[in-house]
């Protein structure tokens, strides 16, 4: 039976491209893990650098992603708060320097990311846009290379340990787990996630990740079929080995199951997430 997993999805980066650089937010918890994550990413000889998640409205971290600066372009993989509620004392800070979102609400002078594959203009970094619905119905990933070297920005899609909830109603299971196969292309390149140490190798975790949906829904159909009639009960079943004061996190996901499962069988698992 798979149990709760809190390790890495696979191994960590050795190293990361002297163009990357981390700051992380001072917001640790227990969805958070560390903190949130926030990149810049500045090409060798380039003035201007590329963030990606200005992170919570924090004062002492906004000033030090200002001190980065110049900075020509701020991208968002997706709308939860502690990735972007500071976005708009950043982009004060910076001048009105572009905020970039696929949700528009999360959008500052500039157009909404939406086209997969967009070239984003990275201020000579190669910033190409990997639209990965799942964990919410927004989130996205950046793949950026300059010259021989890539990494992928993966945002909750991956995290640097553990797994992430599928935040239902807005994030669809059956959508993460396309991205997630989407996401297992990226073979041999770094994944550089929302949360936690960076990860050696994208597609590893991607597919790790897969393995553990996989398995994780298997349960979810043995605890429906062995009773379980509503998805706290799921989850009691489920997540038995998690702390009790993440049910709420987990009961997320495992709705998010129920409905993946509910179109799979043509409703009931569905009618069963509502009880």
């Known amino acids: 039976m798979t149990g709760h997993f809190t390790a890495p ?20 918890g227990p969805m958070t893990l560390d903190g949130t994550n926030t990149w810049v990413l500045r090409a060798p000889g380039r003035e201007h650098a590329v963030v990606v998640d ?11 992603i200002a001190a980065r600066g110049p900075i020509g372009l701020v991208l968002v993989t997706h709308g939860h708060p502690d990735h972007t509620d500071g976005s708009r004392r950043l982009h004060e800070l910076l001048g009105g320097v572009p905020v970039r979102a696929a949700d528009p609400a999360h959008t500052l002078a500039g157009e909404p990311l939406a086209t997969p594959g967009e070239e984003l203009g990275g201020h000579g970094l190669h910033v190409r846009l990997v639209p990965t619905p799942g964990h ?8 950026v290379e300059h010259g021989d070297e890539r990494v992928v920005l993966t945002g909750d899609t991956i995290l640097g340990r553990g797994t992430t909830v599928v935040a239902h109603p807005d994030g669809h299971l059956g959508d993460y787990l396309a991205s997630l196969e989407l996401l297992s292309a990226y073979r041999g390149i770094p994944a550089l996630p929302g949360h936690g140490p ?36 799921v989850v009691a079943t489920v997540y038995a080995d998690v702390d009790r004061s993440l049910w709420w996190a987990a ?25």
């Open 251 to 275: 009961e997320w996901s495992v709705r998010a199951q129920l409905d993946h499962l509910g179109r799979e069988s043509g409703g009931g698992a569905a009618g069963l997430e509502q009880a």
């Open 54 to 64: 200005p992170g919570p409205a924090d004062e002492g971290h906004l000033a030090a």
């Open 136 to 143: 919410t119905g927004d989130s996205v990933c950046f793949l």
């Open 198 to 233: 960076a990860l050696a190798d994208c597609a590893a975790a991607a597919d790790f990740y897969l393995a553990h949906r996989r398995a994780r829904l298997d349960q979810v159909r043995a605890a429906v079929a062995g009773g379980a009639s509503t998805a706290a009960e």
């Open 9 to 28: 999805a696979a191994a960590l980066a050795d190293e990361l491209p002297g163009w990357v650089t981390l700051l992380r937010a001072p917001n640790p």
